[in-house]
């Protein structure tokens, strides 16, 4: 039996990932921060370690076969938009322990949690593993550029022959079980929140002016994605893991306003970030490995709501819709409910198979462009 260490085991993704490990036949250890609190139901050994100390990790990996690497500083665009150089840093000195470490103990192979962040986004087509990423004069984020430099030592690594090395680049990720903190959360969650605690009638206010586009996957199917690049995932590659459906943020907010209270006015305020006007990444390369997401975004705000509502009982359901909600903000940009569907606009991404190398020099080297939660 194959033994794969874990870390950020006990993150919104990791709890997935050690279950779908285990289903596979794997030997799971899940490391856990010092700090951190267990759940004692996942079908693994816990070892509490802080992974940035080379010799304990070295110590723990001894016998282990693979590892996927979760452990991230990691949330949604007001965290991504923080210029603190301790993101960067810690990322960056988590994910060098964990390879120094990996190869110290003669693991085999290797997988990084990447991020969509690190593209362009000037693009306005899906995007595909080769194409260009942010730069140092474009003023990257300090998470993007963690991630990023991730893969370029990661591929150094699978070059010295001594780590096979693969790389999931996450889209936005959701389901219930992630958190719900404003400075943390995603987009779906920072939704779902500032929606439950708007009262009935009320404005829910939304960054920007709708119409950036964005795609989402749910967490089951990202920890499945993980478990088959691990195990199928071409060494030196790197796979998108979304589900390559595009949505506009009107849209989204539509579908979360009509889930959490259908009285609610929604309001744009274009002074607030809202990130890249497009981003939705092509998943043809995880097809490959015969991957495909599973769940309609629609059923799973449902259930993210729910969750919601149970973490944080402070929702009541609204009043009956007397007369017509209007906005007292001239500035703002509304749409009164009951907004129809029109507003969604889904349609799947470009469906064909992506094989070609992941960056022009040789084959087999991560292209050189978490728990992870949301990009945004």
Do not use: C
């Not at 004692?40 to 080379?54: G, K």
């Not at 088959?228 to 979360?256: H, Q, R």
């Not at 449902?302 to 903000?329: E, L, N």
């Amino acid at each position: 039996m194959r033994r794969v260490l874990v870390t950020g085991a006990f993150g919104f993704i990791g709890r997935h990932v050690v279950r779908k490990l285990a289903a596979a036949g794997r030997d799971v250890i899940a490391v856990a921060r010092p700090d951190e609190v267990v759940d004692v139901s996942l079908p693994a050994r816990t070892v509490t370690v802080d992974i940035s100390d080379r010799n304990e990790l070295t110590r723990i990996l001894k016998g282990a076969d693979d590892v996927v690497h979760l452990a991230a500083r990691a949330g949604g665009i007001q965290f991504q938009q923080d210029g603190s150089s301790v993101i960067f840093s810690d990322n960056r000195s988590m994910t060098d322990s964990v390879l120094e470490s990996a190869a110290g103990a003669e693991v085999r192979r290797v997988f990084l949690a990447s991020s969509a962040v690190m593209y362009r986004g000037r693009l306005t087509r899906p995007l595909v593993e080769t194409d260009p990423v942010v730069q140092p004069w474009e003023h990257p984020s300090p998470h993007a550029w963690s991630k990023l430099t991730d893969e370029v030592v990661g591929g150094w690594w699978q070059q010295s022959g001594r780590l096979e090395v693969v790389a999931g680049r996450f889209s936005n990720v959701y389901d219930p079980g992630a958190t719900f903190e404003t400075e943390r959360s995603a987009v779906i969650h920072a939704l779902i929140r500032r929606a439950a605690e708007t009262p009935a009638g009320g404005d829910l206010t939304v960054w920007g002016d709708g119409s950036a586009i964005r795609s989402f996957i749910y967490v089951d199917d990202v920890a499945a994605a993980v478990v088959a690049i691990l195990i199928e995932g071409e060494d030196g590659s790197v796979y998108n893991v979304d589900s390559g459906i595009e949505i506009t943020i009107e849209a989204l907010a539509t579908l979360v306003r009509d889930t959490v209270d259908p009285t609610l006015v929604l309001r744009f305020d274009s002074s607030k970030p809202v990130g890249m006007a497009y981003r939705v990444t092509n998943p043809g390369r995880l097809h490959s490995l015969g991957m495909r997401p599973s769940k309609p975004l629609i059923d799973e705000i449902a259930m993210t709501v729910a969750d919601f509502r149970s973490r944080y009982p402070i929702w009541s359901p609204p009043p009956p819709i007397g007369k017509p909600i209007r906005s007292s903000r001239a500035d703002a940009r509304i749409l009164t409910p009951p907004n129809p569907v029109r507003s969604v606009t889904v349609k799947p991404a470009n469906p064909g198979l992506i094989r070609s190398a992941v960056t022009t020099r040789s084959r087999g080297t991560l292209n050189g462009s978490s728990e992870m939660s949301g990009v945004w």
